[in-house]
């Protein structure tokens, strides 16, 4: 492994789709490269924020699970052996004698030149505000859902109106002992055929939905480390009614910030990042590509961050060394891969 010192030829911030597809192409380019996340797990948003959902327009899956891409494009980039530093969130940039030097909250990486994948900036669940909802995340309060086995046979609460609240209530009506989702209005955000599901699971009386209610407690019965019942308030009736739950999750949506990107210099509109055909951001040797970028006809899409990547690579490994093309050639001919020329 290499050492966390070295001088690398391109550090990428972000291991989101773009950015590990980024350290692929680094190293089909020869280039040396070295991944940087405050996740712990690599993925961005497919990992994040819909790991069991299915995905149908990345090109060449017919369908796919985000999951099951995420593992994919891992296994790609795993080829080339390049450093991936995941709990490392960034904090700065430093530039001295045309080397950058990338701060985060554990350690200083320097490279050559940097791709900033960062999609949304970094992100978490938005908390539930109740005091009495803190002490028990991780214990029975779940803001992302890794594994829907886990709430087999459990009774769950979901609290949220938009498309990963109906999502998970569709998706946990065949495991779940119970499914309950609450909202603090009757106006939702969520896909019409999935609150349709929803609602007709509602309608037969296997799933409850109440409208214009919140989490107002969560109660043990007789076990101090399991809770057995919450309480939930009608804020437009302002009653209350328990019900019995063992697993609360609210789905609430995600708090992103770019952070210190913002202080790099770089031209921003709207916490996006310009960028040029070329994927230049304006400062020389700082390339950026994926959701964290703009430009005329701009798409946040998997497809045009891949995209995208390539581009910010190619042009990275030429800016560092100019005797190399831009142009890659063609990774079927390519000896790195055992190839040779048609
Ligand atoms: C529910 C949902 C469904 C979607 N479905 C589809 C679909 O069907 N098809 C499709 O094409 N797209 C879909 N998308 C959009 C797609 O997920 C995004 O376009 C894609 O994730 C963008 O990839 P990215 O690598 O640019 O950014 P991200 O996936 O956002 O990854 C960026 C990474 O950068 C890291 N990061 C940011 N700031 C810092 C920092 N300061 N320090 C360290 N790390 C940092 C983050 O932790 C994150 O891991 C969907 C999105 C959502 C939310």
């Known amino acids: 492994?290499?050492?966390?010192?070295?001088?690398?030829?391109?550090?990428?911030?972000?291991?989101?789709?773009?950015?590990?597809?980024?350290?692929?192409?680094a190293g089909m380019r020869g280039a040396t490269a070295r991944l940087v996340d405050a996740l712990p797990e690599l993925g961005g948003q497919l990992t994040a924020l819909y790991p069991e959902k299915y995905i149908f327009d990345v090109a060449g899956f017919p369908k796919v699970l985000a999951k099951d891409l995420v593992r994919s494009l891992a296994d790609q980039a795993a080829q080339f052996k390049q450093p991936i530093h995941l709990l490392h969130t960034v904090t700065g940039l430093e530039e001295t004698d045309n080397r950058f030097v990338l701060v985060t909250d554990k350690e200083r990486f320097e490279s050559r030149a940097l791709v900033i994948a960062a999609g949304i900036g970094a992100f978490s669940p938005r908390r539930l505000p109740q005091a009495c909802a803190q002490p028990w995340y991780g214990r029975g309060v779940y803001d992302v859902v890794t594994d829907p086995e886990a709430f087999r046979g459990r009774r769950v609460l979901i609290i949220g109106g938009g498309d990963s609240a109906f999502d998970w209530g569709t998706q946990l009506l065949e495991r779940a002992a119970r499914v309950t989702i609450i909202?603090?209005?009757?106006?939702?955000?969520?896909?019409?055929?999935?609150?349709?599901?929803?609602?007709?699971?509602?309608?037969?009386?296997?799933?409850?939905?109440?409208?214009?209610?919140?989490?107002?407690?969560?109660?043990?019965?007789?076990?101090?480390?399991?809770?057995?019942?919450?309480?939930?308030?009608?804020?437009?009736?302002?009653?209350?009614?328990?019900?019995?739950?063992?697993v609360v999750l609210p789905m609430l949506g995600f708090?992103?910030?770019?952070?210190?990107?913002?202080?790099?210099?770089?031209?921003?509109?709207?916490?996006?990042?310009?960028?040029?055909?070329?994927?230049?951001?304006g400062r020389p040797g700082v390339y950026a590509a994926g959701d964290i970028t703009t430009y005329p006809g701009k798409l946040k899409l998997i497809a045009s961050g891949f995209a995208e990547a390539a581009t910010a690579v190619n042009q990275a490994v030429h800016w560092i060394y100019p005797e190399k093309k831009v142009a890659p050639g063609h990774s079927s001919n390519m000896a790195i891969f055992g190839q040779t020329d048609d």
Not at 202 to 228: K, Q
Not at 257 to 264: N, S, V
């Open 183 to 246: 909202h603090r209005s009757d106006r939702f955000r969520a896909h019409a055929a999935t609150i349709a599901q929803y609602q007709a699971a509602v309608g037969s009386g296997s799933a409850d939905l109440f409208t214009f209610h919140e989490l107002h407690d969560i109660r043990c019965a007789t076990d101090p480390d399991r809770f057995s019942h919450v309480e939930l308030r009608d804020i437009k009736a302002k009653s209350t009614r328990t019900i019995e739950v063992d």
């Open 1 to 25: 492994m290499p050492d966390p010192q070295d001088i690398r030829d391109i550090t990428i911030i972000g291991g989101g789709p773009t950015g590990i597809f980024a350290l692929f192409y």
């Open 255 to 281: 708090v992103s910030d770019i952070g210190p990107l913002a202080e790099w210099g770089l031209t921003l509109e709207k916490e996006e990042i310009v960028v040029t055909s070329t994927m230049e951001t």
